[in-house]
């Protein structure tokens, strides 16, 4: 086994982990999304294998960061194994295992990687999710490389090119404005009612005014021909 440790990224060509956003509310209003973040015992495109034990190790080892918010990733792999805040697009905020495939979950943060990440992902560009860490591995007949237990998963970054198959993410988009919901019947009853008694009552101001208004015709003609009278026996 080689000794050396390599800063082990996977995004080669082909088709990977995409997010995508679906309906789902987080409590502080960002965006998220969750799907297949990695697999164990499986030849990715980079032709490495990561056995069971080295993940779930890792998985033990940043339940911590993961509760505490610190797992962040960033918007395509740096040079580097160090997480940079400035530039962070997203936060993963769970992961568990469903048999060999690690799945995750993870929130699309506001800032300024957030903000393109988000863009992307709402204009249709295929985004994908790759781990990023440093370690080592013996390469096998197959000239397969088989990560060893030195392996330090760092963080999952989103990447135009992952290298595990078949791990496209789904969205979850929370809802920031009010819904139009639908009316009950009891209250479509309630409004229905409402508008009737609006009516009847716009109704009754119209009659109440054609009224008055005949009135003061008829005691303004009733005026004129009294004072008509009187002028005629005057004279």
Not at 37 to 51: D, L
Not at 54 to 80: F, K, S, Y
Not at 163 to 184: G, I, L, R, Y
Not at 195 to 211: F, G, L, P, R
Request: aromatic share 6%; hydrophobic share 35%; proline share 3%.
């Amino acid at each position: 086994m080689d000794n050396k440790q390599m800063l082990l990224v996977d995004c080669c060509s082909g088709s990977g982990f995409e997010l995508e956003l679906s309906e789902a509310t987080t409590t502080r209003g960002l965006v998220s999304f969750r799907g297949k973040f990695q697999e164990a015992e499986a030849i990715n495109k980079n032709k490495r294998m990561y056995p069971y034990d080295v993940l779930n190790d890792n998985l033990g080892r940043l339940e911590e960061a993961v509760t505490e918010r610190r797992l962040v990733g960033e918007l395509d792999h740096p040079t580097d194994s160090i997480i940079h805040f400035a530039e962070a697009s997203h936060v993963v905020t769970k992961l568990w295992w469903d048999g060999n495939i690690l799945m995750g979950e993870g929130e699309i943060l506001n800032t300024p990687n957030g903000k393109i990440l988000k863009a992307l992902i709402e204009d249709g560009v295929k985004v994908g999710i790759s781990s990023r860490g440093v370690g080592n591995g013996k390469v096998n007949e197959d000239g397969i490389l088989v990560i060893g237990e030195s392996y330090k998963l760092i963080t999952f970054d989103a990447v135009a090119d992952p290298s595990t198959f078949a791990a496209f993410q789904e969205k979850v988009v929370t809802k920031s404005k009010k819904e139009n919901v639908e009316p009950s019947p009891a209250q479509k009853r309630l409004d229905s009612n409402h508008n009737d008694a609006t009516n009847v009552k716009n109704e009754a101001s119209s009659i109440d005014m054609v009224n008055k208004e005949a009135l003061i015709a008829c005691l303004g003609g009733f005026v004129k021909s009294q004072t008509q009278k009187l002028k005629t026996r005057i004279g």
